[in-house]
């Protein structure tokens, strides 16, 4: 007996696949922010509680998803000669950093114990058909896996399913984005059962498309009456109805996943749709920030037509104070979200928006781009210049407790994954596991 436990003790631990315990969605497992069961560190530095910090090649700002024994990430890496520069395409660009050389893109799978990059897979190389802007990039849509295939969408370059060795099992190009102001290209692809669906809003002729995620086959695609959109859909379970909800500037919707067909649409968010939307008990929030701010609350069961306008299925609107950059964290029944994409934290209720005593302008903290997450009763905010702020998860209308105030020598605009006992950060230059050095 005593040979037989020894003998256990020396083989591999396998990892526990429990979807609720990994990170293979930017938002984690509930599209909310949250890791329901993980427990990352609370402080942090470059000298303690760093597991690994690996150099990534390239740029990019999609965040690190984490599923088993891998963390898996996307970047775009300059190769070749450089180029005479190529400016922006659209009408009223502004704030552009010139196309100067051919990228790589790329997939890039690390061990999640320590760091050590396991495969690259380029699965595509050329120049960017228009530029992006100075804050952003050509890897900006983060990557999703089930566990069986992790998607990468790289927007006009493709859409990319691989296996989790790295090999490429189908692609499909959906064509050249018309991107609003040339600003780059961002929103993400939601998968769920089988059905993996892209939004391709822009200044051409928008649409929506869904695909067999093992084949590639399309199943359904419709045509949408929307400019351009950096907001990543999501899927809620209505009933028996997988929904797939898209902001859109023109008109919120939500779609029957199975056949594409409206079930209901809202109207009220601004333009350059960016923040993803969140769900929980039956609630769907979602925000929006530019010309105007918005952000509503719907009640999705029994949700049916056009609810702009005295529909009981609103159950309220927010016209300050609502997120632009940024996307939206519900924890607990508190939403939390920065205006627009300042260190000016807002907080509220679920079904009734209540917000308290207002938001909280937060000291120390420059701006955000990278959305909050939250786990283990805490809530982890992260702005540019590499200082994350760890509050206490509480009461929306009670001071939040400050539990911690850390700082990386890096610029972060991703966000966040979290799993396990530890939480992903992946900067401008480096990737980052923070873990307690005293974990196992």
């Not at 003790?9 to 599209?31: I, K, M």
């Not at 086959?217 to 351009?228: C, G």
Request: proline share 7%; charged share 20%; aromatic share 8%.
């Amino acid at each position: 007996m005593h040979l037989f436990l020894a003998l256990l003790a020396t083989l591999p631990q396998v990892p526990d696949l429990d979807p609720a315990l990994q990170w293979g969605h930017w938002r984690g497992p509930e599209n909310t922010g949250v890791a329901p069961q993980a427990d990352p560190p609370l402080a942090w530095s470059e000298a303690e509680n760093v597991r690994w910090k690996v150099e990534l090649p390239g740029r990019g700002h999609s965040s690190p998803i984490v599923w088993g024994e891998r963390v898996y990430l996307t970047t775009a890496v300059p190769v070749g000669d450089a180029l005479g520069p190529r400016q922006s395409r659209m009408p009223g660009a502004h704030d552009n950093a010139p196309v100067t050389s051919e990228q790589e893109f790329q997939v890039l799978a690390f061990d999640r114990a320590t760091g050590q990059r396991v495969w690259t897979r380029t699965v595509a190389r050329g120049v960017p058909h228009d530029t992006a802007h100075v804050s952003g990039g050509y890897a900006s849509a983060s990557p999703i896996t089930d566990g069986e295939l992790v998607f990468a969408f790289f927007g006009s370059v493709g859409l990319f399913a691989l296996d989790l060795e790295g090999v490429v099992a189908w692609s499909v190009d959906l064509g050249d984005m018309q991107v609003k102001h040339s600003h780059g290209e961002g929103a993400g692809p939601a998968l769920h059962g089988d059905t993996l669906a892209v939004n391709w809003d822009h200044e051409g002729d928008s649409f929506l498309v869904t695909f067999d995620k093992r084949t590639g086959e399309e199943r359904w695609r419709v045509e949408r009456d929307e400019p351009t959109s950096w907001a990543t859909p999501i899927v809620v379970e209505v009933g028996d109805v997988p929904q797939l909800i898209v902001p859109g500037s023109n008109r919120l919707r939500g779609y029957d996943l199975r056949d594409g067909r409206v079930i209901w649409e809202c109207g009220g968010l601004s333009h350059n749709c960016v923040a993803s939307p969140v769900h929980e008990d039956g609630v769907l929030i979602v925000g929006s920030s530019y010309e105007k701010q918005a952000m509503l609350a719907i009640e999705l069961a029994g949700a049916k037509g056009d609810l702009t306008a005295g529909s009981e299925n609103l159950l309220w609107t927010r016209r300050r104070r609502t997120p632009y950059v940024p996307s939206l964290l519900l924890y607990r029944g508190v939403i939390y979200n920065f205006q627009h994409y300042q260190p000016i934290l807002c907080r509220g209720t679920l079904r009734e928006g209540d917000e308290g005593p207002g938001p909280l302008r937060i000291s120390g903290l420059d701006n955000l781009y990278a959305s909050p997450v939250a786990a283990a009763g805490r809530v982890y905010l992260t702005d540019m210049v590499g200082t994350t702020l760890v509050i206490a998860a509480g009461p929306h209308d009670e001071p939040p407790e400050a539990l911690a105030v850390n700082e990386l020598e890096d610029t972060f605009s991703a966000s966040a994954a979290v799993a396990g006992d530890a939480l992903f950060l992946r900067g401008d230059r480096f990737l980052y596991c923070l873990a307690e050095d005293d974990a196992e």
